[in-house]
T-cell receptor, first 113, second 112 residues
Framework: DTAVSQTPKYLVTQMGNDKSIKCEQN?????MYWYKQDSKKFLKIMFS???????INETVPNRFSPKSPDKAHLNLHINSLELGDSAVYFC????????????FGNGTRLTVT | QKEVEQNSGPLSVPEGAIASLNCTYS??????FFWYRQYSGKSPELIMF????GDKEDGRFTAQLNKASQYVSLLIRDSQPSDSATYLC????????????FGAGTILRVKS
């Protein structure tokens, strides 16, 4: 059983297109995240949702819009894709408490040409 | 100072040696600290976490935390070639809704 699953694994698209990445977790966690990992491997938080409510919204272009239909799902929609959006996007979930670790999905490698 | 700082490496150690990975952080009411390992093309996987000053051991891994110095480290004993990966330090920021902030990672290479 995959704990945190995201689709698609690879996404190749052209500049200006709109794309979505889906994420689902079966761990029963209330909090889910989107992280972006750039070519230098730096993992940067983008958004966090707790039980469908937006908790963390980092300085991210408003072309990026997360949506959480329920606490087990967190999707990421990206409008008007740019070359700089090319990266690996990781979904993660986390249980309650500051000692709870993040559980990552396998990542979506987005390539914008 | 960056929020979470790590030496990017690569850190090269011979097989069987102790690898020492270091991380410094800005104090923002941080409470807990995590070490993740990431193999190339894979997602980060948790090695261990620590929240009290001192040492915490788990198998070949020991995490060390010194909150006064804002320093956390990971020791890997009897390093194996399979330990070759990027090691990510993460700090939990309490005042930002328990946000987990990562360092840039240290590349470890264990040579057989």
């Amino acid at each position: 059983d995959t704990a945190v699953s995201q689709t698609p694994k690879y996404l190749v698209t052209q500049m200006g297109n709109d794309k979505s990445i889906k994420c689902e977790q079966n761990l029963g966690h209330d909090t889910m995240y989107w992280y972006k990992q750039d070519s230098k491997k730096f993992l940067k938080i983008m958004f966090s949702y707790n039980n469908k409510e937006l908790i963390i919204n980092e300085t991210v272009p408003n072309r990026f819009s997360p949506k959480s239909p329920d606490k087990a799902h967190l999707n990421l929609h990206i409008n008007s894709l740019e070359l700089g959006d090319s990266a690996v996007y990781f979904c993660a979930s986390r249980g309650d408490g500051y000692n709870s670790p993040l559980h990552f999905g396998n990542g979506t490698r987005l390539t914008v040409t | 100072q960056k929020e979470v700082e790590q030496n990017s490496g690569p850190l090269s150690v011979p097989e069987g040696a102790i690898a020492s990975l270091n991380c410094t952080y800005s104090d923002r009411g941080s409470q807990s600290f995590f070490w993740y390992r990431q193999y190339s093309g894979k997602s980060p996987e948790l090695i261990m976490f620590i929240y009290s000053n001192g040492d915490k051991e788990d198998g070949r891994f020991t995490a060390q935390l010194n909150k006064a110095s804002q320093y956390v480290s990971l020791l890997i004993r009897d390093s194996q070639p399979s330990d070759s990966a990027t090691y990510l330090c993460a700090v939990n920021w309490r005042e930002y809704g328990n946000k987990l902030v990562f360092g840039a990672g240290t590349i470890l290479r264990v040579k057989s």
